[in-house]
């Protein structure tokens, strides 16, 4: 099984490397984090807080967009792809699992995202320690939005499979791509502000607002960050929430979106008929 | 000898449209079986079922003894697609590399199998290079992976040249010698005649035929033509002793069942001062074919 998993995933790698899917994800990483740790740095002075827990509150928001974003990027070709090419039949007559398939792929897809998280983001943390030695109190939130990182790229990673499988053109994956980040990123922020304002302190912000914001991955992760940091003060937006939502119940979303997403990739997968 | 693929009363449509009505074969380890049919009698379909890439309706399959597509029956089948694809970032080694991998063969062989299928040269160059040929035979080379059991080839030689076709066949003969069952597909019987065993012959999604080559001359019974040339001045004589000849440009064609061929040669060779030359022309394989796919109707 493992065997399994690993040869497609040297041959996802491969693909990745020819395409210059990792050299666009690092080189995308590396100009947000350099940009957002020049223009972020201003205003630590009053927080109390080291320079570097300040670059990473700013690169947190930074990733919950740009980290979907690469993830989706990255697999919609997944399953689709292989569809269009026609090269998918003559890989299911082959003994592995299709759960095992996309595992390979997972696992090839999330390096190369961990390869580019850890680019950017290393660069965005020299940046800080070079200016103030001090910084270096802020390795723990770096790390742990590292690894968090990862996981929601895995999350959109699996996600993206789950699109790819649906659509099983390559053009119409790219599309419920697209169409699914700017939801989920974007507009599911937005739309549960309208209603929160609009509900004004009703049952819907003290009831389904929390559930609302840790069933959706990228604000799951965003909350953990913030709240880990407890550097919720430095962001705007959703910062207010996180404080009613304990970190457990954040970290448990973070931990379980991979595996669900898997999951549905799986179950999408399976219904695909070569 | 034991059945390696045994089907029985398959059945399988497509939104209403039968791909393949009660179809029963059976092919023995050892033997070379050619699937023939034109574009969209169901060779394809019938294979995909084999394979279990499609769900049959009704009827039963077995595969090396076990269900078609599980786990047991994919590690003893290898497949060549019809036009074989791979991803064009990737090199043929690489390809075959993976290959090897997902079968749990050990890796060190690749090479040895790209040289096998005449791939030698080109093993690090990306596929995308290549040409339908090269990658017919990267596909080639992928079937021979683990000494499968059972071999599944959808038009196997389509873009190979001729020295490559008779290469392929001399390497199936190897693999049948070695006790692998082969069931390829064809749409030209000229070229399998001599390769396979046995022939099926599917039109409309219905078995029509089956048998040696000899078996199905026999069964298709079709008329022998015979082209006579006749001396100067003796046509209407002639014309007059076999009244089912017609005139052809300057011979005369005559064509009889294959029981009054005897008959019909005794009679001419009576007339033997009368008559240049004659040819008899048996049904060729293109004729056997036809009259088996064009029955039903088509």
């Known amino acids: ?274 | 000898m034991t059945s390696t693929l045994t089907i029985s009363h398959l059945t399988k449509s497509f939104g209403g449209v039968k791909a393949l009505s009660d179809v029963s074969l059976h092919v023995a380890a050892g033997e070379r079986v050619a699937l023939l049919g034109h574009n969209g009698a169901g060779k394809s379909t019938l294979m995909k079922v084999i394979l279990g890439l499609i769900a049959a309706d009704s009827g039963e399959i077995s595969v090396c003894g076990a269900a078609p597509g599980g786990a047991a029956a994919r590690a003893k089948v290898a497949y060549l697609p019809e036009n074989a694809t791979f991803h064009s970032a990737l090199t043929g080694l690489e390809q075959i590399t993976y290959y090897l991998r997902l079968r749990g063969e050990n890796t060190s062989g690749a090479m040895a199998l790209l040289d096998k299928v005449g791939l030698g040269h080109a093993a690090k160059r990306r596929i995308g290079t290549y040409s339908k040929g090269m990658r017919q035979r990267v596909g080639l080379a992928q079937t021979l992976i683990g000494r499968p059991d059972f071999l599944v080839l959808d038009e196997p030689t389509s873009g190979l040249d001729p020295v490559s076709r008779r290469d392929f066949y001399a390497l199936l003969d190897r693999l049948a010698a070695e006790g692998a069952a082969i069931l390829l597909s064809s749409h030209a019987l000229t070229e399998v005649e001599a390769r396979t065993d046995r022939l099926l012959i599917l039109s409309g999604g219905q078995m029509v035929a089956t048998g040696s080559l000899p078996d199905l001359r026999r069964e298709a019974a079709l008329p022998v033509a015979m082209h006579i040339t006749t001396r100067k001045g003796y046509d209407a004589d002639i014309l007059a002793a076999l009244p089912n000849a017609i005139r052809v440009g300057g011979a005369l064609h005559l064509t009889c069942s294959q029981e009054d061929k005897l008959g019909t040669l005794a009679q001419i060779s009576g007339l033997k001062n009368k008559v240049a030359d004659i040819d008899v022309i048996p049904p060729s394989l293109e004729d056997i074919y036809s009259h088996f796919s064009r029955r039903d109707g088509q």
């Open chain 1, 1 to 274: 099984m493992i065997a399994r998993i690993l040869a497609t995933a040297i041959t996802e790698a491969h693909i990745a490397r020819r395409n210059r899917w990792v050299l666009i994800a690092v080189v995308l990483m590396v100009v947000f984090s350099l940009v957002l740790s020049a223009v972020g740095s201003a205003p630590s002075g009053g927080l109390g807080a080291d320079p570097l827990s300040i670059t990473v509150a700013s690169l947190t928001s930074l990733s919950v967009y740009l980290v979907p974003l690469v993830a989706l990027l990255m697999s919609f070709d997944a399953v689709a792809g292989e569809v269009e090419r026609g090269t998918l039949p003559l890989l299911l007559t082959y003994p592995v699992a299709r759960w095992e398939i996309l595992a390979g792929k997972l696992v090839a897809h999330t390096g190369i995202l961990v390869i580019a998280l850890v680019a950017g983001y290393g660069a965005a943390a020299l940046i800080a320690v070079v200016g103030d030695p001090a910084a270096a109190a802020g390795v723990g939130a770096l790390w742990r939005l590292t690894w968090t990182s990862a996981l929601l790229g895995a999350t959109f990673l699996g996600i993206g499979y789950a699109l790819s499988s649906l659509a099983r053109r390559t053009s119409g994956a790219a599309g419920l791509a697209i169409g699914l980040w700017l939801g989920l990123v974007v507009l599911y922020d937005l739309a549960l502000l309208a209603a929160v304002v609009a509900d004004d302190g009703g049952i819907f912000t003290t009831q389904f607002f929390p559930t609302a914001l840790l069933a959706n991955p990228a604000d799951a992760f965003r909350l953990f960050n913030l709240t880990a940091s407890q550097a919720t003060s430095a962001a705007s937006g959703i910062g207010a929430a996180a404080t009613s939502i304990a970190l457990w119940q954040s970290l448990v979303s973070v931990l379980c979106w991979p595996l669900v997403a898997l999951g549905l990739a799986t179950l999408a997968f399976r219904k695909v008929q070569p």
